[in-house]
């Protein structure tokens, strides 16, 4: 069975930093691309950030480019994203998934990130 | 990377079939007319969203044949044939972008009658 988990969200102030994780398994990492989507609450999805299963290339959306970063670590089914210089519209629920051919195959349940004073 | 444009809401009742359309923004008119990768994804309340079609028309193993996606210059739909209350949820289309981006659909929540 197939299975992500994020943790690491959080309350944090405007500014602030986090760092998220999503340990898969129940399928062979290293050989996906990942990526991570939020969701503002009450509202819909938003593509934020994406790398190569080798972790070599990493793509952002404009919104949080030069703020966040994606990463992972393949010898620990665990994929990474760190979140700096943070916003009150940075609000979301954040999800981990997995790419496959233009889509988004599997997906975790999502880690809370609120930013706020 | 604006979003997609999706109507807000969709009704009909059981067993009628729906059809929730999904455009490129006019700033982008034309970008998304080359791009098959169009996905749709269905997300019950407090739930994840969840695949039902990938690359327009493929349909993920497991999910119902009343879903079927077709696209047409840049307007991509997803028709759901004999509804069921079960497919009360919102949907969301999603193309590629370009440059390794992805860009969301505003999403349209259906409802059953």
């Known amino acids: 069975e197939i299975q992500l988990l994020e943790s690491g969200g959080a309350l944090v102030q405007p500014g602030g930093s986090l760092r998220l994780s999503c340990v898969v398994s129940?399928?062979?990492?290293?050989?996906?691309?990942m990526a991570w989507v939020r969701q503002p609450p009450g509202k819909g999805l938003e593509w934020v950030s994406g790398i190569s299963s080798a972790g070599t290339s990493t793509y952002y959306a404009d919104s949080v480019k030069g703020r966040f970063t994606v990463s992972r670590d393949n010898s620990r089914n665990t994929l990474f994203l760190r979140l700096n210089s943070l916003r009150a519209e940075d609000t979301a629920l954040y999800f981990c998934?997995?790419?496959?051919?233009?889509?988004?195959?599997?997906w975790g349940q999502g880690t809370l990130v609120s930013v706020s004073s | 990377q604006s979003a997609l444009i999706q109507p807000a809401s969709v009704s009909g009742s059981p067993g009628q079939a729906i059809t929730i359309s999904c455009t490129g923004p006019?700033?982008?008119?034309?970008?998304?007319?080359?791009?098959?990768?169009i996905s749709w994804y269905q997300q019950h309340p407090g739930k994840a969203p969840k695949l039902i079609l990938s690359e327009v028309s493929k349909r993920p193993s497991g999910i119902s044949n009343r879903f079927s996606g077709s696209k047409s210059g840049d307007t991509a739909s997803l028709t759901i044939s004999g509804l069921q209350a079960e497919d009360e949820a919102d949907y969301y289309c999603?193309?590629?972008?370009?440059?390794?981006?992805?860009?969301f659909g505003t999403g349209t929540t259906v409802v059953v009658l």
């Open positions: 129940g399928f062979i990492f290293n050989r996906y691309d």
């Open positions: 998934a997995r790419r496959l051919s233009g889509s988004f195959t599997s």
């Open positions: 006019s700033s982008d008119f034309g970008t998304y007319a080359t791009y098959t990768l």
């Open positions: 999603c193309s590629y972008a370009g440059s390794d981006t992805y860009v």
